[in-house]
């Protein structure tokens, strides 16, 4: 069984700080995404990362995919208000036919940042 | 112009009940999903259609009924409705539906589901 374990679970910081979130598992994913999720919607993808080792930045935000494409991390630079919500990673399952394209999520970091 | 919409947005339902969930997409894609976010948040998937046909289900109790009538609607039928059953779901939809590609997933806004 493949699983995500995201952390902190929690974060509540000041706003002009720095942070980053993970999502580690034993098991190797075809791709990873990173997710924001607001209050009463759905998650938006912020990124997706599919090769070993990929950097992607979006503004304040980086995105890293581990080499063995096993584990992924989230930092925020700068960090403001408007960056509150629930991120949640989530890894592309490998496997054939049917279980292409099935996301694995991670249990999500909730992130509140004080102005 | 809403991409992935879900009706009806909230739902409150007595145990043993029958109840249904409607998800449309106007993306033109070619999959569509259900997923499920208990209490903690934790999103964990249900269903997956391609092209009206269903290729993915996670163990889902026989309860639970999927149905495609077409390619841009997903619905999801729920029987004898159980006090676990109450969370909040999410349908979703892809072009292709293989993330190797990069394929995005965008979601609707959920409907939430509490049974009494």
């Known amino acids: 069984t493949q699983l995500l374990e995201q952390s902190p679970q929690f974060l509540s910081i000041q706003e002009g700080e720095n942070l980053t979130v993970y999502c580690n598992s034993s098991s190797v994913f075809s791709s990873l995404q990173w997710y924001r999720q607001e209050p009463g919607e759905g998650p938006v993808l912020l990124v997706t990362?599919?090769?070993?080792?990929e950097v992607k930045k979006l503004k304040r935000l980086t995105f890293q995919f581990g080499d063995a494409r096993k584990d992924s991390s989230l930092h925020i630079t700068a960090a403001q208000p408007g960056d509150t919500g629930l991120y949640l990673c989530a890894g592309g399952r490998l496997g054939y036919g049917g279980s292409q394209g099935n996301l694995i999520f991670g249990k999500g970091t909730k992130l509140s940042v004080k102005p | 112009d809403t991409a992935v919409s879900q009706t009806p947005k909230y739902l409150v339902t007595q145990m043993g009940n029958d109840k249904s969930i409607k998800c449309e997409q106007n993306?033109?894609?070619?999959?569509m999903y259900w997923y499920k976010q208990d209490s903690k948040k934790f999103l964990k998937i249900m269903f997956s259609?391609?092209?009206?046909?269903?290729?993915i289900n996670e163990t889902v109790p026989n309860r639970f009924s999927p149905k495609s009538p077409d390619k841009a609607h997903l619905n999801l039928h729920i029987n004898s409705l159980e006090l676990g059953d109450s969370a909040v779901y999410f349908c979703a939809s892809s072009q292709v539906g293989r993330l190797a590609g990069g394929d995005t997933q965008y979601f609707g806004p959920g409907t939430r589901l509490t049974v009494l």
């Open positions: 259609y391609n092209n009206k046909e269903l290729i």
């Open positions: 993306l033109g894609h070619d999959t």
């Open positions: 990362v599919v090769t070993g080792g």
